[in-house]
């Protein structure tokens, strides 16, 4: 998805703008049929959510990939309900933003502090999360970062641990907030509808 230049790709992009529940939320589509969902808070303008979708080979939608907030829970029957109770202890991995940094979170984690370590890996453009006692370990990109085709930095990485969760913390460089803050003043040219209103509006 990196291109010349991701903000052009943003500006050039359909979008349509809905106001619900304190949130302005985005629906994005793309030349290519590549939709992406995003949602921010009103008053703040941090993004709450982020997801993607694309058309398969045969043209119709897929499902959609959360890459920022909780991913849906979804309604099933007794089956499913067993199956993810199973796993209700598993490592749950989420990514949640800040204003001033892309953070994640690695929920179910019982090891102590001492035994995790984080790293970049800077030719495979990816993160990765090591215990000592070998018990999980966890490789992810940052996106936006690709996106803007930066270099990732060791030094913008690092960690903290608390109630069994493991919270991951990457500077944002200097590109990426400003780009972010453009991409703000964009978006509040659109005029949003309000929940109720019908249709959103599109530019």
Not at 3 to 18: C, I, T, Y
Not at 93 to 116: C, E, G, M
Request: one cysteine or more; glycine letters at 6%.
């Amino acid at each position: 998805m990196a291109g010349p230049s991701w903000l052009d790709r943003l500006r050039g992009a359909r979008k349509s703008a809905l106001l619900q529940d304190g949130k302005r939320k985005v629906h994005y589509l793309f030349e290519d049929g590549l939709e992406m969902a995003e949602e921010y808070d009103l008053e703040t303008s941090q993004l709450l959510a982020r997801k993607w979708r694309e058309k398969n080979a045969l043209g119709s939608c897929g499902k959609w990939q959360v890459e920022v907030g909780e991913p849906p829970m979804h309604p099933g029957g007794a089956l499913e309900s067993e199956l993810i109770k199973e796993s209700s202890s598993n490592p749950i991995f989420t990514r949640r933003d800040t204003q001033t940094s892309f953070q994640w979170r690695i929920r179910n984690l019982p090891y102590p502090k001492a035994v995790y370590s984080v790293s970049v890996e800077k030719e495979q453009r990816c993160c990765v999360v090591r215990t000592t006692n070998k018990k999980y370990y966890k490789k992810f990109p940052i996106p936006d970062m690709d996106r803007y085709q930066l270099p990732l930095d060791a030094a913008a990485l690092s960690f903290t641990y608390a109630n069994a969760t493991l919270i991951i913390t990457y500077q944002k460089p200097q590109e990426i907030l400003a780009a972010e803050q453009e991409l703000q003043q964009e978006l509040k040219k659109i005029k949003a509808a309000n929940a109720g209103d019908g249709e959103c509006k599109t530019q």
